[in-house]
């Protein structure tokens, strides 16, 4: 069964250094999501690709976050520099096309923990 | 504010008996709904969703009711096993709108005793 892959699964960095996220959607997703998760709440989305172009990047804290899905596949989310509020789980996830109703699928995620 | 509400932090229930987990919502552009179930270390699994000219969608021993005028959806499992101990998340979309994020609520960790 296809997944989405994500790497690493755990990172530990020192506040104001950078960190980068890794995504594989599923073969054939369009769109592709990444949310942050903080430990008691639900997912909230950082940003949304379709294809390789941005769609909603309105939550991206843009002084410190960035992303890029450059060939509309993989995609990498970065931070600099890792404050101490970003520690959460990263989730990207994936969905055939955004424009319609479809399900998303999750990967893994990367639990950073900034210390 | 929160346009995804779920109240209940946890819900404990015996093997064998149904599950019942509540939602809310606020936004009446919501028009697509969906249950996810998250264990520990990984990321959310998706269970069951409903379209809003739906009331009702089922899936095994998942059933998922929407009731629109109260703005008000409900996740039953039955029979409830103990594999089914997670935290599960609602979420919604607003299908028909430019970008299709999911809202989530915050979870309800249910616990299934043996």
């Known amino acids: 069964e296809a997944e989405v892959a994500q790497s690493p699964r755990y990172k530990i960095t020192e506040k104001s250094q950078a960190v980068a996220f890794w995504c594989d959607p599923i073969s054939g997703h369009a769109t592709l999501y990444w949310y942050r998760q903080i430990l008691g709440q639900g997912p909230e989305l950082l940003v949304q690709?379709?294809?390789?172009?941005?769609?909603?990047d309105s939550q991206l804290p843009k002084d410190r976050f960035s992303a890029e899905r450059l060939k509309g596949v993989d995609s990498t989310l970065k931070i600099q520099p890792a404050e101490l509020g970003d520690s959460a789980m990263y989730l990207c996830?994936?969905?055939?096309?955004?424009?319609?109703?479809?399900?998303?699928?999750f990967g893994p995620g990367t639990r950073l923990t900034v210390t | 504010d929160q346009q995804v509400k779920q109240n209940s932090p946890s819900l404990s229930v015996q093997e064998g008996r149904i599950s019942i987990l509540n939602c809310d919502y606020t936004?009446?552009?919501?028009?697509?709904f969906l249950w996810y179930k998250k264990y520990p270390a990984e990321g959310p699994t998706f269970l069951i969703s409903?379209?809003?000219?739906?009331d009702k969608n089922e899936d095994g021993r998942f059933t998922v009711f929407l009731n629109k005028s109260a703005k008000h959806l409900s996740l039953h499992i039955v029979p409830s096993q103990p594999g089914d101990s997670a935290v599960y998340f609602c979420a919604a979309s607003a299908a028909g709108q430019a970008g299709t994020a999911l809202i989530f609520g915050k979870g309800t960790t249910l616990s299934v005793s043996s």
């Open positions: 996830a994936s969905s055939l096309d955004g424009t319609g109703v479809n399900e998303q699928y």
């Open positions: 409903i379209s809003s000219i739906k």
């Open positions: 936004n009446s552009m919501f028009d697509y």
């Open positions: 690709f379709q294809d390789e172009s941005v769609v909603d």
